[in-house]
């Protein structure tokens, strides 16, 4: 589904294409970048830039809930929007949680959800998922 919604956008807005070109090259070669390697020649001050911790305060509070949980197998489940364009986010958020506390996230449409889950009789969300990376 997310190749779709990469087409679409392609062929809807040159520059956002553009830019999902080198996401997916970067995501292709597990590419992690020093942002700060370029301050120096734009004259930037990364020290003078306040910092937002709403972002991983969240991330933190779901990996403390995952453990809380304390079932190993349970995952997490970002409801997503059809044609979500917030991904690099959720990316983000996804990846914090795998690299710091182990936990995976699988993200659905909440039409994904009602195909594929299922309420157990104790309230239990179970949403069946065929593979993760």
């Given at each position: 589904?997310?190749?779709?919604f990469?087409y ?5 807005e040159?520059?956002?294409a ?25 004259g ?10 709403a972002?991983s ?14 079932n ?29 506390h ?9 039409a ?22």
């Amino acid at each position: 589904k997310s190749i779709a919604f990469f087409y679409r956008t392609k062929k809807v807005e040159d520059f956002t294409a553009w830019l999902l070109e080198i996401h997916a090259k970067m995501m292709a070669v597990n590419k992690k970048e020093d942002l700060n390697q370029y301050s120096e020649v734009l004259g930037l001050d990364s020290e003078r830039i306040p910092r937002n911790w709403a972002a991983s305060q969240f991330a933190e509070a779901l990996g403390k809930a995952w453990v809380e949980y304390n079932n190993e197998s349970a995952v997490v489940t970002m409801v997503v929007q059809a044609e979500e364009r917030n991904m690099y986010d959720q990316y983000w958020l996804i990846n914090h949680l795998k690299e710091s506390h182990g936990v995976m996230i699988i993200r659905k449409t909440l039409a994904q959800v009602e195909a594929e889950g299922l309420v157990l009789p104790d309230g239990t969300l179970v949403v069946y998922v065929c593979c993760m990376t």
